[in-house]
C-alpha cells in the first residue's frame, strides 16, 4: 500500500522535510533539511550572503520563503544539483535521528509519495502524476541504511 506523506503534523510527518529534525553538514548546523536545501541553492551565486539569514530562520517555512524570493539569483548549477542537495540532507537526518530512521525502516518496501498538490517535482502534484522526487530519495536513502545495518552486523562478527 502507498504511503502518502506532507504535512509534518500528518502520518509519517517525519518524512517532511520541514519536520524538526536538525542536521550537521561539514561542521555546519541546520535546524531542518529544509534550512539547509534552502541555502545551497546560493552557495556560489551573487546572492550568497542571503545563506547565513536562511539558516538562523526560525522556522522551515521562513526558511522556505526566503529560498524561494524570486528575486535573488540561484546558483547556476541548481537544476543539476538539486537532486543530489537533497538525497545528502535526507540520509543525514535518518543517519542521525534512530526513532525516525526506525519509521522508515517499518515502512519496509512499501512506495513513499510526498502528496504535495502543488509540487510535480518533489512531489505528486494534484493528480499524482508528479515526479515525487522526494519520495524516492527516502525510498532509496531507507535501501541504503538497510545495506548500512547488515554490513554493521558483518563487520561487527
Ligand atoms: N513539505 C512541504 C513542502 N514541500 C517541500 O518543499 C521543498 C521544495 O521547495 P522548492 O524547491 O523551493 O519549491 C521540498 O523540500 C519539498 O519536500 N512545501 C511546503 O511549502 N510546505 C510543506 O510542508
Known amino acids: 500500500m ?12 517525519c518524512f517532511s522535510n520541514f519536520s524538526p529534525h536538525s542536521i ?7 535546524s531542518t533539511v529544509e534550512h539547509y536545501y534552502q ?13 547565513p539569514t536562511i539558516r538562523d530562520s ?9 529560498g524561494r524570493c ?5 546558483r547556476p548549477d541548481w537544476d543539476f544539483v538539486k537532486i543530489i542537495v537533497m538525497r545528502e540532507a535526507v ?3 535518518f543517519l542521525t535521528h534512530a526513532d525516525i530512521r526506525e519509521v522508515l525502516l ?4 512499501e512506495v513513499l509519495v510526498e502528496n504535495s498538490s ?14 515525487n522526487h522526494l519520495g524516492k530519495i527516502l525510498m532509496s536513502v531507507r535501501e541504503e541504511i538497510r545495506k548500512l545495518q547488515v554490513l554493521s552486523v558483518v563487520y561487527r562478527e
Open 2 to 13: 502507498t504511503i502518502y506523506f506532507y504535512k509534518v503534523w500528518q502520518p509519517y510527518g
Open 91 to 93: 540520509l543525514k537526518k
Open 58 to 66: 526560525r522556522t522551515p517555512e521562513e526558511a522556505a520563503a526566503l
Open 39 to 51: 541555502a545551497q541553492k546560493f552557495v556560489g551565486s551573487v546572492d550568497a550572503a542571503i545563506i
Open 106 to 109: 517499518s515502512t519496509g518496501n
Open 70 to 74: 524570486s528575486s535573488r539569483q540561484l
Open 118 to 131: 502543488c509540487d510535480y517535482f518533489w512531489g505528486c502534484g494534484a493528480d499524482k502524476t508528479g515526479q
Open 24 to 30: 550537521e553538514i561539514q561542521g555546519t548546523y541546520w
